[in-house]
């Protein structure tokens, strides 16, 4: 299996260095790009220098907005603009041809105000029309919110018939695994065949998202990624010295488990 491993792009923001030349520094596979930041231009024009940045790499993928889209939510106007947003994404994303999509469902959203229900209608709908322009969809689980709950996360991935995210940190630090001592794995079980990609960090709390020191922490989730054949690992940190970090303990690992050649130290 050929492991391939990104980073998010936010680490590298407002560094001397280009995107594509950071890439290069760390060796990676590719970038996943978050689309919370800004938006896709919908008129020819400007779509033409919004794609341009995209050139330097083979492989991408996009963590789709969540601030202000929510496709579960109980109020009929949100949920409804969401969805169609999220497909006239879509029509402009499918021409980029990226490795997937990823999704929020719920983030930090109150039990009152979304509906697993609602969500599993609505991401139906999109996973129809991203399939129909040949995208792959993915379900991330969240630290708060309905897709803590790793019952709730695998049942939306399953009726939705959405691909799933897995992300180390957010299961690991969800509220519901550390109020109810339930084992973070469970966000795998049951939904190994859907696993498309993975996040890979080691644990996400009101400070951030924190490196892999230990890596008995996280050794159970890597192995059952190996093991389901889920290619698209990206690191996600908030800052490069974190990054850093995770890389050189997944590299280190990768290296005994499948023998990846190690990189070159980064310069």
């Given at each position: 299996?050929?492991?391939?491993?990104?980073?998010?792009?936010?680490?590298?923001?407002?560094?001397?260095?280009?995107?594509?030349?950071?890439?290069?520094?760390?060796?990676?596979?590719?970038?996943?790009?978050?689309?919370?930041?800004?938006?896709?231009?919908?008129?020819?024009?400007?779509?033409?220098?919004?794609?341009?940045?995209?050139?330097?790499?083979?492989?991408?993928?996009?963590?789709?907005?969540?601030?202000?889209?929510?496709?579960?939510?109980?109020?009929?106007?949100?949920?409804?603009?969401?969805?169609?947003?999220?497909?006239?994404?879509?029509?402009?994303?499918?021409?980029?041809?990226?490795?997937?999509?990823?999704?929020?469902?719920?983030?930090?959203?109150?039990?009152?105000?979304?509906?697993?229900?609602?969500?599993?209608?609505?991401?139906?709908?999109?996973?129809k029309v991203a399939t129909d322009y040949g995208l792959v969809l993915c379900v991330e689980n969240v630290r708060r919110g309905i897709t803590s709950v790793p019952q709730v996360y695998k049942e939306i991935v399953a009726e939705s018939g959405a691909?799933?995210?897995?992300?180390?940190?957010?299961?690991?630090?969800?509220?519901?695994?550390?109020?109810?001592?339930?084992?973070?794995?469970?966000?795998?079980?049951?939904?190994?065949?859907?696993?498309?990609?993975?996040?890979?960090?080691?644990?996400?709390?009101?400070?951030?998202?924190?490196?892999?020191?230990?890596?008995?922490?996280?050794?159970?989730?890597?192995?059952?990624?190996?093991?389901?054949?889920?290619?698209?690992?990206?690191?996600?940190?908030?800052?490069?010295?974190?990054?850093?970090?995770?890389?050189?303990?997944?590299?280190?690992?990768?290296?005994?488990?499948?023998?990846?050649?190690?990189?070159?130290?980064?310069?």
């Amino acid at each position: 299996m050929n492991i391939k491993l990104l980073a998010n792009d936010r680490i590298f923001r407002n560094k001397p260095l280009k995107l594509h030349e950071y890439a290069e520094r760390y060796q990676l596979d590719g970038i996943e790009f978050s689309l919370n930041d800004h938006r896709i231009p919908v008129n020819k024009f400007y779509r033409a220098m919004y794609f341009s940045r995209f050139k330097e790499f083979n492989l991408y993928s996009f963590h789709l907005p969540f601030l202000d889209i929510e496709v579960a939510s109980r109020d009929a106007v949100t949920a409804q603009s969401s969805t169609l947003m999220l497909k006239s994404y879509f029509q402009i994303l499918k021409l980029l041809e990226p490795a997937y999509l990823n999704l929020h469902v719920a983030t930090d959203a109150y039990e009152d105000e979304v509906d697993p229900k609602i969500a599993i209608a609505n991401i139906k709908e999109l996973v129809k029309v991203a399939t129909d322009y040949g995208l792959v969809l993915c379900v991330e689980n969240v630290r708060r919110g309905i897709t803590s709950v790793p019952q709730v996360y695998k049942e939306i991935v399953a009726e939705s018939g959405a691909k799933a995210t897995i992300d180390i940190g957010h299961a690991r630090g969800s509220d519901y695994v550390l109020e109810t001592g339930t084992d973070p794995m469970e966000f795998i079980r049951g939904i190994e065949d859907r696993i498309v990609t993975a996040h890979v960090y080691s644990f996400e709390d009101d400070r951030g998202h924190h490196p892999i020191t230990n890596l008995a922490e996280v050794e159970g989730f890597l192995t059952a990624f190996l093991a389901n054949g889920v290619e698209n690992w990206v690191l996600e940190h908030h800052t490069e010295a974190d990054f850093a970090v995770t890389l050189e303990a997944v590299r280190g690992w990768l290296q005994g488990q499948i023998g990846i050649p190690e990189a070159a130290e980064a310069k």
